[in-house]
């Protein structure tokens, strides 16, 4: 009786003998694997999204265009998370989204105008210093190509300054005086009426919903707290007014001068 319970005994004993080292090895991997999962988890989300906007950009335009737009997009979402970090503000890495362009998440909201406009008008800084360098190749290689993404590049930043939520302008334009939001709908409102056989309408129409409800809010008393959001300095709003109305003049003598080479 005892012999079939001493090999049963031993014969599991050598299982968790030979278990055992796989069973270290396996936990000493997933430590290890675990924060490099999650370190590049939000790298893959990116170079996916990248990857499927390559590819619907690539089939309108061609990939040459489509990977040069998309670095373009890259620079732009790229100064905005810059720029909140620069505000200590928590934002994740940019996504991608085909004939949509491109977002970046903030994980925590903007505490004033001030802090929101600083994000807002990062994207459209950097952005537009990378479609001018872009524009400045063809200077060096004589490369159309290079002439129309710059060109596309400013026009890509000169719509986003438009100030109207959710675009850029709008969150800028909120340290100057949320009033320009009217500026907005008076520009998008005509254009989307005379062009609503464009498929780039859609977006326009997205964008005209989705900021009713701010510009509305215009016409209602603050509460407390919405007062205080949108306190800026007389010096803050100089600033913010001269970095937006300076961009804006900039793209549109740059698109020109680029037109002329066309």
Same mark, same amino acid.
């Given at each position: 009786?005892?012999?079939?319970?001493?090999?049963?005994? &031993?014969?599991?004993?050598?299982?968790?003998?030979?278990?055992?080292?796989?069973?270290?090895?396996?936990?000493?991997?997933?430590?290890?694997?675990?924060?490099?999962?999650?370190?590049?988890?939000?790298?893959?989300?990116?170079?996916?999204?990248?990857?499927?906007?390559?590819?619907?950009?690539?089939?309108?335009?061609?990939?040459?265009?489509?990977?040069?737009?998309?670095?373009?997009?890259?620079?732009?979402?790229?100064?905005?998370?810059?720029?909140?970090?620069?505000?200590?503000?928590?934002?994740?890495?940019?996504?991608?989204?085909?004939?949509?362009?491109?977002?970046?998440?903030?994980?925590?909201?903007?505490?004033?105008?001030?802090?929101?406009?600083?994000?807002?008008?990062?994207?459209?800084?950097?952005?537009?210093?990378?479609?001018?360098?872009?524009?400045?190749?063809?200077?060096?290689?004589?490369?159309?190509?290079?002439?129309?993404?710059?060109?596309?590049?400013?026009?890509?930043?000169? =719509?986003?300054?438009?100030?109207?939520?959710?675009?850029?302008?709008?969150?800028?334009?909120?340290?100057?005086?949320?009033?320009?939001?009217?500026?907005?709908?008076?520009?998008?409102?005509?254009?989307?009426? =005379?062009?609503?056989?464009?498929?780039?309408? =859609?977006?326009?129409?997205?964008?005209?919903?989705?900021? =009713?409800?701010?510009?509305?809010?215009?016409?209602?008393?603050? &509460?407390?707290?919405?007062?205080?959001?949108?306190?800026? &300095?007389?010096?803050?709003?100089?600033?913010?007014?001269?970095?937006?109305?300076?961009?804006?003049?900039?793209?549109?003598?740059?698109?020109?001068?680029?037109?002329?080479?066309?």
């Amino acid at each position: 009786m005892q012999g079939p319970f001493i090999n049963r005994q &031993t014969f599991w004993q050598r299982v968790k003998q030979l278990l055992a080292p796989i069973a270290v090895a396996l936990a000493t991997a997933g430590k290890w694997a675990l924060p490099l999962l999650k370190f590049g988890l939000p790298f893959l989300k990116v170079g996916g999204t990248m990857l499927i906007s390559l590819f619907f950009y690539s089939m309108a335009f061609g990939w040459r265009f489509a990977a040069g737009f998309i670095i373009l997009l890259f620079i732009h979402e790229m100064g905005h998370l810059i720029a909140a970090r620069m505000v200590g503000l928590k934002v994740g890495l940019p996504v991608f989204i085909p004939f949509m362009g491109a977002v970046i998440a903030l994980r925590e909201a903007p505490r004033n105008a001030w802090i929101e406009a600083i994000v807002g008008i990062g994207g459209p800084i950097l952005g537009s210093l990378g479609a001018l360098a872009v524009a400045s190749c063809y200077l060096l290689t004589g490369n159309n190509l290079f002439l129309a993404l710059g060109y596309v590049g400013f026009l890509l930043n000169l =719509f986003n300054l438009i100030p109207m939520v959710p675009l850029d302008g709008g969150r800028i334009v909120s340290a100057i005086t949320p009033w320009l939001w009217l500026v907005g709908l008076v520009i998008l409102i005509p254009y989307v009426f =005379f062009h609503l056989a464009s498929p780039f309408s =859609f977006i326009l129409i997205l964008i005209i919903i989705t900021s =009713f409800r701010r510009v509305l809010a215009l016409f209602r008393r603050r &509460t407390p707290e919405e007062q205080r959001y949108y306190e800026c &300095t007389p010096a803050q709003r100089v600033i913010m007014a001269i970095l937006y109305f300076g961009l804006v003049g900039s793209l549109y003598i740059g698109m020109g001068y680029i037109k002329s080479y066309m």
